[in-house]
């Protein structure tokens, strides 16, 4: 059974900096591969922010380019999201989400989620 556990999040202040962890059991983190981060802000549909194919390639929103970074710890198989140079529009739910694999490709879907971690920004 694989089971995604976030932490991490809180309240700053803008420009200040967070950074969230997703632990997995079940399912390996390998260079982040086939995993994102997502997140979802009240009101508003969510979004995808960074995510990292197969290879560990990584694509991520315009919006956090250059302040969020992805990365990851097999020996804690753990994801790790490092957050930069907060703005209030950050402020969301984040979420760390999995999609199956095998050794070529990532599933189309994402099959696993974790419960979700508070980002709160202030101006």
């Known amino acids: 059974q694989v089971r995604l556990v976030e932490s991490g999040g809180g309240a700053v202040q803008a420009g200040g900096s967070l950074r969230l962890s997703c632990a997995a059991s079940?399912?390996?983190?390998?260079?982040?591969?086939?995993m994102a981060w997502f997140r979802q802000a009240p009101g508003k549909e969510r979004e995808e922010v960074v995510f990292a194919d197969r290879r560990g390639r990584t694509t991520y929103a315009e919006y956090v380019k250059d302040r969020f970074t992805i990365s990851s710890d097999s020996a804690q198989n753990t994801l790790w999201l490092q957050m930069n140079s907060l703005k209030p529009e950050d402020t969301a739910v984040y979420y760390c989400?999995?999609?199956?694999?095998?050794?070529?490709?990532?599933?189309?879907?994402?099959?696993?989620w974790g419960q979700g971690t508070q980002v709160t920004v202030s101006s």
């Open positions: 079940g399912y390996t983190v390998s260079n982040g591969s086939c």
């Open positions: 989400a999995a999609r199956s694999r095998d050794m070529w490709l990532c599933g189309a879907d994402f099959s696993y």
